[in-house]
């Protein structure tokens, strides 16, 4: 049997962003932004979509990519305020174009500001899209204006086993016979790749998460996570677990003049899916919450098991740490530190 | 012989001073203090010391 990495390359530090960078980013990457993003070709077709533009226009890219964004997605951009703008850019060798807009879908308007990208080869367009302002739907436009609902765009799809939840995103409905078999699969390929496999399928899945966060937000109070109070930015994460029955997340800042706090994660899904086991097993939580703390902080952050359900605990609790600090929290966990004390003692005895 | 505790110090002592004690005895030594209900998310997980 061979076993694959048990660990994968460092991630970079977040970094500042500029509109340009889109052109060369990966779809990984374009779906970690909080904002918008379109590609269209000279026709409009949509070339390009990403997980916050899906999640803000309410919109499965599934069923965007390949359409004309101006005549099937979008009919209220089919303007010469919109579509005028994005030909005349594509005609002129400007690299960056702006202006605003009103979005009209069905279910609400939405002010937005547009920055229109060139890429080198003139052959498609970036539409960056920030929305600044979410407004109650339009009344008296033109029949055919507003953009179509998801449900419009791909009729009879609930007969053919599409779920959505209400911002039709696609959802399935799965028993922790999933995360279990997953395990088993593992254990049975990799057993030694299950903590860094997680780890990363949690960093991937977080930073998901906090576009749908962010969105969530953004939709409710024209604000961003990283602007709230930490307890309530918190608040709000363990709402979106606990919403989709991974278990209960508590946050304990108690221990943060020592520059850590702890989380506490109660009938942990994954805890709980993996059984027994000899050492903390959610890698897919650590992950996860990783992605979660370094989007609203711009900086790299640790966040490791102490203990684990599998282990026998009642709860998993973590520790979220500077990632310079790291090594010696993992050093204390595996010289058999259980508490979030004994890992503070760990990083006041470390030099 | 164990040192004594702060309470112990403390009696008889005005409040000025003990105002002073109690300060320095939730003072971060380590750096910035963090405050999760007064502090962004950001400046919270940003002060977070290596």
Not at chain 1, 26 to 41: K, R, W
Not at chain 1, 191 to 216: I, M, N, S
Not at chain 1, 243 to 264: E, N, P, Y
Not at chain 1, 269 to 284: K, N, T
């Amino acid at each position: 049997m061979t076993d694959l990495p048990t660990s994968f390359p460092p991630r970079i530090a977040p970094v500042t962003f500029s509109a340009a960078q889109v052109v060369t980013m990966s779809d990984a990457e374009l779906d970690a932004l909080p904002f918008g993003v379109i590609c269209l070709d000279p026709n409009g077709k949509v070339l390009r979509y990403n997980l916050a533009e899906a999640r803000l226009a309410r919109l499965d890219r599934a069923q965007v990519v390949g359409k004309n964004f101006f005549r099937r997605v979008a009919p209220c951009t089919a303007t010469p305020d919109f579509e005028g703008r994005v030909r005349a850019f594509f005609a002129g060798n400007q690299p960056l174009d702006r202006f605003g807009y009103l979005f009209d879908f069905k279910f609400g308007a939405q002010k937005v500001d547009i920055e229109l990208v060139r890429v080198p080869a003139n052959d498609r367009v970036y539409l960056l899209v920030n929305r600044l302002q979410f407004e109650l739907p339009r009344t008296g436009l033109p029949e055919g204006f507003a953009a179509p609902l998801q449900a419009e765009l791909a009729p009879g799809e609930a007969g053919l086993g599409v779920a959505r939840d209400a911002s039709a995103r696609r959802v399935l409905t799965l028993d922790t016979n999933f995360l279990t078999a997953l395990h088993q699969t593992w254990l049975k390929v990799a057993p030694k790749a299950w903590r860094g496999f997680t780890r990363e399928w949690g960093w991937q899945w977080g930073r998901h998460a906090v576009v749908e966060l962010e969105a969530d937000l953004l939709e409710e109070k024209t604000l961003t996570l990283r602007e709230l109070p930490m307890r309530e930015a918190m608040t709000r994460v363990s709402h979106w677990a606990t919403t989709r029955g991974l278990g209960t997340l508590r946050f304990d800042f108690t221990a943060s003049k020592h520059g850590v706090f702890a989380v506490l994660f109660e009938r942990s899904a994954v805890g709980e899916a993996v059984g027994h086991a000899d050492a903390p097993s959610c890698g897919l939580v650590e992950g996860l919450l990783e992605a979660v703390c370094e989007h609203l902080a711009h900086r790299l952050l640790a966040v490791r098991e102490v203990r684990c359900c599998a282990q026998g605990f009642d709860a998993c609790t973590f520790v979220v740490a500077s990632d310079k600090r790291a090594p010696v929290v993992e050093s204390a966990i595996k010289a058999g530190a259980e508490t979030v004390e004994a890992i503070v003692e760990a990083l006041r005895a470390s030099p | 012989v164990p040192a004594p505790e702060i309470p112990q110090l403390l009696e008889g002592v005005p409040d000025e001073a003990r105002l002073v004690a109690d300060f320095f005895a939730d003072f971060d030594w380590e750096g910035t203090t963090l405050d999760p209900e007064a502090q962004s998310a950001e400046d919270f997980l940003r002060a977070l010391g290596d």
